[in-house]
């Protein structure tokens, strides 16, 4: 299910808005953590988002700018937002076309009054690799910093291009950004600098192929392996710890993010099903790749020794909004469980030995629905619904889990 599906299913109307507020403000009180304006810290940062509201989650969009504004208090910090709205779904008599904001501290929830920077007028197309490579470096060029972050704030769909969408998905075009399209929209070349960490406000996107594709583009990557509330994270939770103190290691800010987005959804709306996120140390998924990729070629081995446990291990496995996006840690362990091979299993056991080092931290909501989570999903068809174009990206060609796909019960 998309943001946009969870969206329609829990707002409209009035309720849509009350809801929205009740996001922003926090219904308990007592867990809405209080900032000092000021902020601590020697350390500089560039927060850029990319907030492609050129589709249904439009309505969204004002809600996480204000939450930004409301915690924007260290001068150590920049976040800076390239905003993309369409008639189509802006509030009618809002601004249309793309805009260039500097996020500036603010208590009104109503309005944004926000620093613009740039107003870059219609036509801009930010389903194109090119328009975020281009904002990408403008940020940097007009706010250096000694550490960036990038949050993608849109549509997901892992590393599928089902109805045409990978991430950040324009419906003024109906483009999107492929995932093997992210490393040179991020990082082009090897003198531009490495991102401390990527986040994807995005369903669907944490998964292996995902990570393993930005490897070399960001050092810690922050997602969910399910599709979360059209609402996204709450950014004035999320940017809390940032902005009280700047000198916060990347990894230790990556995952209070985790914390922050689990806990707030956790303690506000705790019906909802689909919470979950992760945070990923992108140095540690070579390692991983390897224990996959004898892991599938031990299943190439002995596939026909276990059609019935391999086919139940995939289909009783934890998935997600796409049936075919398992998680890895569990499936694997399924395999093992089910076989009862030992040489299946000790492949299992390094795999997630790997997965281990690789996953700093993960939670997720307290239900049935994704309690088999455990940070990294990895798309697991059957055979005769294996997608070709899998093979486009890194982790195919860097594992034999593609042959396996192709030959899996």
């Not at 260039?100 to 930010?126: K, P």
């Not at 910093?145 to 991430?167: E, Q």
């Not at 995902?210 to 939770?237: D, K, L, M, Q, T």
Request: aromatic share 12%.
């Amino acid at each position: 299910m998309t943001k946009a599906m969870e969206r329609r299913l829990r707002t409209g109307g009035s309720i849509g808005l009350l809801l929205m507020l009740l996001l922003f403000t926090g219904c308990c009180t007592q867990n809405v953590r209080r900032i000092t304006p000021g902020g601590r810290g020697t350390i500089t940062w560039t927060v850029m988002v990319y907030l492609n509201a050129a589709n249904d989650l439009d309505i969204f969009s004002d809600l996480n700018v204000n939450q930004m504004e409301s915690v924007m208090t260290n001068p150590n910090v920049k976040i800076v937002v390239q905003w993309k709205r369409i008639a189509a779904y802006a509030p009618q008599g809002s601004w249309t076309g793309t805009r260039r904001y500097l996020i500036r501290y603010d208590t009104d929830n109503e309005a944004i009054n926000s620093q613009l920077l740039e107003d870059m007028g219609q036509g801009v197309d930010m389903g194109n690799p090119a328009t975020l490579r281009e904002f990408i470096r403008w940020a940097r060029a007009h706010y250096p910093a000694d550490r960036y972050a990038l949050i993608l704030w849109n549509h997901g769909s892992g590393w599928r291009t089902r109805a045409t969408r990978a991430v950040s998905f324009d419906d003024e075009y109906g483009s999107s950004i492929k995932v093997w399209e992210l490393p040179t929209a991020i990082r082009p070349t090897s003198s531009d600098p490495v991102l401390d960490v990527l986040l994807f406000d995005a369903s669907l996107m944490q998964m292996l192929e995902v990570a393993y594709e930005c490897r070399y583009v960001a050092r810690y990557i922050v997602g969910s392996e399910e599709s979360p509330p059209g609402e996204g994270y709450p950014y004035h939770r999320i940017l809390f710890a940032l902005m009280d103190n700047s000198d916060i290691p990347p990894a230790e800010w990556a995952k209070d993010v985790v914390r922050q987005f689990v806990s707030f959804y956790q303690q506000e709306f705790p019906s909802y099903y689909n919470i979950t996120q992760s945070v990923v140390d992108a140095s540690k998924l070579e390692a991983v790749a390897n224990a996959l990729d004898n892991l599938a070629g031990t299943l190439l081995e002995r596939r026909t020794l276990y059609v019935n446990a391999l086919r139940n291990a995939r289909l009783n496995a934890q998935a997600y909004a796409y049936s075919e996006y398992k998680d890895l840690w569990h499936v694997a362990q399924l395999m093992k469980e089910y076989t009862g091979d030992g040489q299946i299993g000790m492949r299992v056991d390094a795999l997630q030995a790997a997965l281990r080092q690789a996953i700093l931290y993960e939670a997720h909501a307290n239900n049935n629905r994704v309690r088999n989570s455990h940070g990294l999903s990895i798309y697991y068809p059957n055979a005769g619904d294996y997608l070709g174009r899998y093979g486009n990206l890194a982790l195919a060609r860097a594992t034999r889990w593609d042959e396996w796909l192709q030959q899996a019960p």
